[in-house]
């Protein structure tokens, strides 16, 4: 239901641009077109702004400004290029710089933009050269006509003194950290993959992808680390920042424990709201009523630095189910909720945003306020689903709650270490694609989990029994239908609940890697169920070319 779903999240801008004048050909209505001066809808979309035209059911945007199709989050690899100048005769038109950057990085293409990360990739001199110049820029820049630049810590004629960091650090109930250089990085590796450690290593500028710590999760890249690192533990924390950075015209980013997969929750010349230290909630109500006076049983009210480790515990400490992540020191109420949210147990259970009941966010100019179903509703609508910071600092989240009972996990592979010795690798491989490809448009939606070209693992919410009378007893049968059983290896077992199949709490999931090629796509059901030969051979052919993208 949702169309704002982002990978993980975004800056908070401040300050806060005013409303762009656009031409009265474009028919979007003010609500959509207040989002454009700071963020996109969609950071992961190839066409970010366009979203905004089609969101609103108009193509206009294409029409007013063509070259404007990339998103315009200051924080992702894309929108460094989206350069505006309010002394363009066209306002909508692009700026000198970004057109000369556009040229230099062969990026650009008539009316749209290739994805930079693929182009910089490709020559590390040129690429750190770019980053440096377009980054800088595109703080330092106007953002959008009207909308004033930031200042950069390079800037001495702007940037606080040091007496102003300390005047605000004193006011702080948290501490205030500054980043002196590059090389405060260095410990983030010590703890190698254990997430926990990563998160825990001071001042808290750790990504738990390490490439993602430099420009667009580029390892050939500078380092995209902030100049300062609030560690807040209130919401007078979050207020203070907040204003002495809209007051000093400095960006703000947040973070919690550093999972982005875009590294949008550090950046350069920011000061950096860190929920990491944030006080715990975990407060349960077993009758909750929100603004519309409308009831609630079993809700869970966590606070905005609480991981799912934190919130699946308070959950099954009080009897219920939460429908959370699979990262268990992924953030509770970051960038996985405000960015949609997918469990697990989702197609039982809903995504993240259509479990929360309310938000508790700090906003640009400040303010804390509540939004839900009839209180600040343009807000409940954004939080749920347009990225981690990109809309305000939340600092609770009220969840929803589920029964708790039986769920059954299923592991299943291709075993590649017993087919090594076999000629019957891609035998196996293909036939396991197609077992996916032939089932999954039709399972129920106790079934939910991860599925790659290579393995299946998969939840059940409900009985083994039940389990094995659906889909566990098909994989049972594909594995019985090959030359050897050792050719697969299948575990199907039945837990009291997720949290205790998770070994409560035990392990996490190993972060710490220099370098993770990731990515998304969604495709539609209907051209799987119609084409399924076609969506088998295209899952092959992409396996068959090591994982690179097919045509």
């Known amino acids: 239901g949702h169309s704002l779903c982002s990978l993980g999240s975004s800056p908070l801008s401040a300050p806060r641009a005013p409303p762009l004048s656009l031409p009265p050909s474009l028919s979007a209505p003010p609500s959509v ?36 199709l990339s998103p315009l989050t200051p924080s992702a690899p894309r929108q460094t290029l989206s350069l ?8 909508l038109s692009p700026s000198p710089l970004a057109l000369d950057l556009l040229k230099d990085s062969e990026t650009w293409r008539g009316t749209s933009l290739e994805d930079p990360r693929r182009r910089y990739a490709d020559s590390e001199t040129r690429s750190s050269h770019l980053w440096d110049r377009a980054l800088d820029a595109h703080h330092a820049a106007p953002q959008l006509p009207g909308a004033g630049g930031y200042c950069l810590s390079t800037n001495s004629s702007c940037w606080p003194t040091q007496a102003e960091w300390c005047s605000l650090a004193a006011s702080l109930d948290g501490k205030l950290e500054k980043v002196e250089s590059s090389e405060e990085y260095n410990p983030c590796y010590g703890p190698k993959s254990d997430a926990r450690e990563i998160s825990a290593v001071e001042p808290g500028i750790c990504m738990q992808t390490h490439d993602c710590s430099r420009a667009f999760c580029n390892e050939n890249l500078g380092f995209n680390l902030p ?93 219920f189910h939460i429908v959370g992540g699979g990262g268990l020191s992924v953030s ?78 299923l592991a299943a592979f291709p075993n590649t270490f017993s087919l090594a010795a076999t000629n019957r690798t891609t035998q196996v491989s293909d036939s396991f694609i197609d077992l996916w490809i032939d089932n999954a448009p039709n399972l129920p939606p106790e079934w939910g989990g991860y599925w790659t070209i290579d393995s299946l ?39 009291p609940s997720y949290w205790i199949q998770r070994g409560e709490g035990e392990s996490t999931d190993e972060t710490g890697s220099t370098n993770l090629p990731i990515g998304n796509r969604l495709i539609s059901l209907d051209f799987v169920k119609q084409n399924p030969t076609r969506m088998k051979n295209i899952i092959k052919e992409i396996r068959d070319n090591q994982f690179r993208a097919v045509v």
């Open 332 to 409: 509770a109420a970051g960038g996985w909720l405000q960015g949609c949210g997918l469990s697990s147990t989702s197609r039982k259970y809903g995504m993240g945003v259509d479990n929360v009941r309310r938000f508790e966010v700090v906003l640009a100019d400040g303010s804390a306020v509540f939004a839900d179903s009839c209180t600040n509703t343009d807000l409940f609508w954004a939080l749920r689903g347009g990225g981690g910071g990109t809309f305000g600092v939340v600092t609770a989240a009220y969840y929803q709650l589920h029964s708790l009972g039986p769920i059954v996990f």
């Open 227 to 319: 100049s300062f690192v609030a560690m807040v533990q209130s919401v007078s924390d979050v207020q203070k920042v907040v204003n002495f950075a809209r007051e000093k015209e400095i960006v703000v980013s947040v973070k919690t424990t550093g999972h982005s997969y875009q590294g949008s929750s550090t950046r350069k010349h920011s000061v950096q709201i860190n929920l990491r230290d944030f006080p715990k909630i975990d407060q349960v109500f077993t009758s909750w009523e929100d603004s519309c006076s409308e009831s609630f049983s079993n809700i869970l009210k966590i606070g905005g630095g609480e991981t799912w480790e934190d919130a699946y515990k308070a959950a099954f400490g009080a009897g």
């Open 457 to 495: 693992i998969l939840y059940f919410v409900g009985t083994l029994e039940e389990a094995n009378a659906g889909f566990g007893g098909v994989v049972k049968a594909w594995q019985q239908s090959l030359v050897s059983l050792d050719d697969a290896v299948i575990q199907i077992e039945e837990f």
């Open 84 to 91: 505006l100048s309010t002394s363009s005769p066209d306002p």
């Open 33 to 68: 077109l207040g989002l454009l001066p700071g963020h996109s809808l969609c950071p992961f979309c190839p066409s970010g702004s366009l979203q905004l035209a089609l969101a609103s059911g108009s193509l206009s945007l294409r029409e007013s400004a063509p070259w404007l």
